[in-house]
Nanobody, 125 residues
């Protein structure tokens, strides 16, 4: 399968910035979509941003103009640049990737839908 590892979370003051990274590894054939999700305490997980292999991106309205998603296809890595952070951005941020991988044991290519372990982002004075 495909493994995702996130990094870059932490504690930041309101108005500050953080950059999250999500590195994918494994027998990756292709990564179609990479996305960032977040879940705050007591709330449902919500989609923050997605980016296609061609670079097309989408954002939830609450982060438009403040967050930027990008990806380095050569490194199988996605990034989330978060600026002008607000206390309501506090959440566990998780990375998701969908695409195709090669199953060497069984000798076939199949789809995957993988999640990272999550990284905590806390915005507080």
């Amino acid at each position: 399968q495909v493994q995702l590892v996130e990094s870059g979370g932490g504690l930041v003051q309101p108005g500050g910035s953080l950059r999250l990274s999500c590195a994918a590894s494994g027998n990756i054939v292709e990564i179609n979509v990479m996305g960032w999700y977040r879940q705050a305490p007591g709330k449902q997980r919500e989609l923050v941003a997605t980016i296609s292999s061609g670079g097309s991106s989408n954002y939830v309205d609450s982060v438009k103009g403040r967050f930027t998603i990008s990806r380095d296809n050569a490194k199988n890595t996605a990034y989330l640049q978060m600026n002008s952070l607000k206390p309501e951005d506090t959440a566990v941020y998780s990375c998701n990737a969908q695409g195709k991988y090669y199953n060497a044991l069984r000798g076939w290519t199949g789809p995957y839908d993988s999640w990272g372990q999550g990284t905590q982002v806390t915005v507080s004075a």
